[in-house]
């Protein structure tokens, strides 16, 4: 997903809500319009919560051992 798809599903959802006037038999634009607006912030929000979650610093340490045996160890911190 992303934020373009965020973008696109909220333009086209107050597209749908705010400015189209005609009308489909069965089918009621405004509210469709209306969820696809809901369903595009969201997409952006999770898309920003993802995306900042990400972030952060990964390191990984191999120490070799005497005996030859190798130790790998990650460590992740955050970053605000």
């Given at each position: 997903?992303?934020?373009?798809?965020?973008a696109?599903?909220?333009a086209?959802?107050?597209?749908?809500a705010?400015?189209?006037?005609?009308?489909?038999?069965g089918v009621?634009?405004?509210?469709?319009?209306?969820?696809?607006?809901?369903?595009?912030?969201?997409?952006?929000?999770?898309?920003?919560?993802t995306?900042?979650?990400?972030?952060?610093?990964?390191?990984?340490?191999?120490?070799q051992?005497?005996?030859?045996t190798?130790t790998t160890?990650?460590?992740?911190?955050?970053t605000?």
């Amino acid at each position: 997903m992303g934020y373009g798809l965020g973008a696109v599903l909220l333009a086209v959802g107050l597209v749908l809500a705010l400015a189209v006037t005609d009308s489909v038999s069965g089918v009621d634009l405004t509210t469709i319009g209306w969820i696809l607006t809901i369903v595009g912030g969201l997409v952006l929000l999770l898309s920003a919560v993802t995306m900042n979650r990400g972030r952060g610093v990964r390191s990984v340490a191999t120490t070799q051992h005497a005996d030859g045996t190798q130790t790998t160890s990650e460590r992740r911190t955050e970053t605000q």
